[in-house]
Structures are given as structure tokens and as C-alpha cells.
């Protein structure tokens, strides 16, 4: 009987040893994967993002850009405002704000050029923009390679809108927006008298 009680106090011994010794092994591991956790946190380039490209606003004019008539074109060098807006078929908030668009286009389309922008078939959005009953011009860009470098970084969420005037962003918005509405007139009337 002593003896079966001794060889299990050694088990039992031997066995909280082992565990003992098994948890310290395993706390160094995790204390040194913990280190180096926050060696990778601290190194200077950890989630340093790409920096956006400058906007060059000349650049504009070399974005290659399909027509509602289905024509290779471009943007005009007009000398007018520009109106760029980002936009798709199945883009709900896209939709909302395009009858204010369309008001803006119908009273401001001396003074601004409008380009509605779709990476869509531009078969497929003509077909959407007539059904819908709009009339400003719209264009496709077919894939962010035909766009200037600026828009390639920072396009992604749309609508997305523009408003530029000698090569310079005059006033941008992410989301959809009441177009129709005085302070647009009032921003377009300022860029016009140099303001």
C-alpha cells in the first residue's frame, strides 16, 4: 500500500513537473511572438499606405474616354468648368441625385462641360440613362487605366463628383448631392468670376 502511494505521488509529481514546465515553454513562446508583434508595429513602413498621386489637372484631357455615340474621345479643352461625376447603372445613391444633375445641366451648360463617368458598356448605360429620361452627355472610361493617375488612386466609392476649373479641383464630393441647389450656382458663379 506504501508503495503504490509513493509511485503515484511520483506520477502525480512528475506529471504537475512535466505541465509545469510544458506552460512555461508555451508562455516564452507566446511573450516572444507578443515581441515580436509589436517589433513588425513599430518598424516605420508597417501600414504605410501608398501616398495618392498629386492632381495634375492637365492630365484631364488625356483620359480616354468612349461617347454616347460610341466615338473615342476626350475631354474639351473648352476653357468652361468642368463637371466630372463618377457613376453606375445599379448605383442607387448614383440614381437619386441625377434629376438634380439634370436640372444642373439644363441651366449651367453654357458655362460648364458635364461628364458623367461609367466603367459600364456605354451601350448598356445609354440604354439606362434614355429609359430614365435624362439628356446630359454621358461617357465611359471602359477601365481605371484610361483615367489620369489621381483618379485611378482615389476613385472607388461612388458617385463621385468634381467640379474643376484651370486644372485645378475647385470642389469635390463623395456621395449623392442636391446639384440642383443656389450653393452650387453660387460655387460656379465665384469660379467664374475668379473668386
Known amino acids: 500500500m506504501k508503495q503504490r502511494i509513493i509511485i503515484y505521488s511520483l506520477g502525480l509529481i512528475t506529471g504537475l513537473g512535466i505541465w509545469f514546465a510544458y506552460d512555461r515553454i508555451a508562455a516564452y513562446n507566446r511573450s516572444k511572438r507578443v515581441e515580436n ?40 479643352k473648352s476653357g468652361k468648368i468642368i463637371f466630372i461625376n463618377f457613376w453606375a447603372t445599379w448605383c442607387k445613391p448614383c440614381i437619386e441625385e441625377m434629376p438634380a444633375i439634370q436640372e444642373l445641366y439644363d441651366k449651367s451648360k453654357e458655362n460648364v462641360d458635364f461628364y458623367l463617368l461609367t466603367d459600364e458598356d456605354i451601350d448598356k448605360a445609354v440604354k439606362f440613362i434614355k ?45 449623392s448631392a ?10 460656379f458663379a465665384n469660379i467664374l468670376a475668379g473668386k
Open 178 to 187: 442636391p446639384w440642383n441647389s443656389h450653393k452650387v450656382d453660387s460655387l
Open 37 to 76: 508583434y509589436f517589433k513588425q508595429y513599430e518598424r516605420e513602413d508597417f501600414m504605410v499606405e501608398d501616398k495618392s498621386p498629386e492632381f495634375v489637372g492637365s492630365d484631364i484631357y488625356n483620359m480616354k474616354l468612349v461617347s454616347d455615340k460610341n466615338e473615342e474621345t476626350t475631354i474639351n
Open 131 to 175: 429609359k430614365k429620361g435624362f439628356t446630359f452627355p454621358i461617357y465611359s472610361y471602359k477601365s481605371k487605366s484610361n483615367l489620369t493617375d489621381y483618379f485611378q488612386f482615389n476613385g472607388g466609392s461612388i458617385p463621385d463628383t468634381y467640379i474643376i476649373y484651370d486644372n485645378q479641383i475647385k470642389f469635390h464630393h463623395l456621395g
